[in-house]
């Protein structure tokens, strides 16, 4: 089976995925490292969130390359992001070409309340995320499922909506597995 697993930035997909890890036999593949790594390679980014900053064009020749080494994988659940937020706007995580490559089985989009994820960013000092305001998140929200069903009419896999609200991490770590039953 192959599974995506998307969500904005503070939603919780990689608390989620954390737990996942040691349910299941499945590998979890972050997208984003795969990209960071051919990055660093090629010099062009020394953090992921150096590479949302870069060119379009480079980016999605990243992202070709990142889809191509993780369609070779089977068993997959792929931790990634519908959308991603760019100077010039928002581009596909999973653009037609990534899909093509991956063939996932489920898309599953991660969601909490944009409070939360506001709370999350502020606590997060690993990362340096962009400010977003409520309503951006909210509208980065809309988008993400937006994109979810664009990409499960393109691929037939069917859409999960995961709500990650604070303290209920182990219900969502549950809905999630009952996807494999």
Known sequence: ???????????????????VANK????????????LQLALEKGLAKD???????????????????????????NIIVDTHLTIKTPSGYLPGLPVWVLNEIRPDLIVVVEAEPHEIMRRRKSDTSRRRD??????????????????FACSVLTGAPVM??????GMLEQAVQKFMEAFR
């Open 1 to 19: 089976m192959r599974v995506i697993i998307a969500g904005v930035p503070g939603a919780g997909k990689t608390s989620i995925m954390r737990e």
């Open 24 to 35: 299941t036999n499945h590998e979890i593949v972050n997208y984003g490292s795969v990209m």
């Open 48 to 74: 992921r969130d150096e590479i949302r900053k870069l060119p379009i064009d480079i980016q999605k020749d990243l992202q070709r390359e990142a889809a191509r080494k993780i369609g070779e994988m089977d």
């Open 131 to 148: 400010f977003e305001t409520y309503d951006d998140i909210k509208e980065h929200l809309s988008a993400n499922r937006y994109a979810a």
């Open 161 to 166: 909506i995961l709500t990650n609200r604070d």
